[in-house]
């Protein structure tokens, strides 16, 4: 079992759409990550978070440390926001644990 | 600047050749890392530098030679690579581990894709 695991692994979505990306981990982190990865390979941090809630702009990452458990929504999807959404954790130092990502296709 | 650039994005070499991937941030930041990452499947970390000291070299082959010349560039030299190190190269850096500043926050490159014939 992966110490990082992500559901689904594919979606595909029509544009406007509510998305959910849960990611669930069985390790004792520092912090958890939300990477975002267009076909072209650079990797973008959408958020970071030890605890709690945050938003930018359409999207809102919640984590619940209790359940070690994390989720990235997307409100009013785009076809722009076709990606690999990546979970990551932090467990020491410097070190990521990355789960295997979530392929998301928004369609016009 | 949040930029981390990386050169080339695009490299085709032969087996006997010898290459090298850079790696340039101007954030201030004084850890630097180097992910591998095959077609979907996440990055590997292959190696970090802290203050332009190798502390972390996750048991990589010595045909991949990095070097961190000062503390915004690190390069990836490449010599006598197997056709099954073709992949994404991804350089990434951080505030250093165990400061005050650090936040664990990685800033990604571009990646530089590697063929190997």
């Known amino acids: 079992k992966n110490e990082v695991e992500q559901s689904p692994q594919n979606l595909t979505a029509q544009e406007g759409e509510f998305i959910t990306i849960n990611c669930s981990y069985s390790?004792?982190?520092?912090?958890l990550h939300w990477l975002q990865q267009h076909p072209g390979g650079g990797i973008v941090s959408l958020f970071m978070l030890s605890s709690g809630k945050k938003k930018h702009g359409r999207l809102i990452a919640t984590i619940n440390i209790q359940e070690k458990h994390s989720s990235l929504h997307i409100t009013a999807s785009h076809p722009r926001d076709s990606a690999v959404y990546i979970c990551a954790v932090g467990t020491s130092g410097s070190r990521l644990t990355f789960g295997e990502g979530t392929q998301l296709t928004v369609n016009p | 600047d949040t930029e981390v650039t990386q050169t080339p994005k695009h490299l085709v070499m032969g087996m006997t050749n010898k290459k090298s991937l850079k790696c340039e941030q101007h954030?201030?930041?004084?850890?630097m890392y180097w992910y591998k990452q095959k077609a979907k499947k996440p990055p590997e970390l292959m190696f970090v530098?802290?203050?332009?000291?190798?502390?972390i070299n996750e048991s990589v082959p010595s045909r991949f030679s990095p070097e961190c010349p000062n503390s915004s560039l690190l390069n990836l030299h490449l010599h006598a690579l197997q056709p099954e190190d073709s992949a994404l190269y991804l350089c990434a850096s951080s505030q250093a581990p165990g400061t005050g500043q650090y936040t664990g926050e990685l800033f990604f490159g571009e990646g530089s894709r590697l063929t190997v014939l």
């Open positions: 530098y802290s203050y332009e000291k190798l502390s």
């Open positions: 390790v004792g982190i520092s912090a």
């Open positions: 954030m201030g930041h004084r850890a």
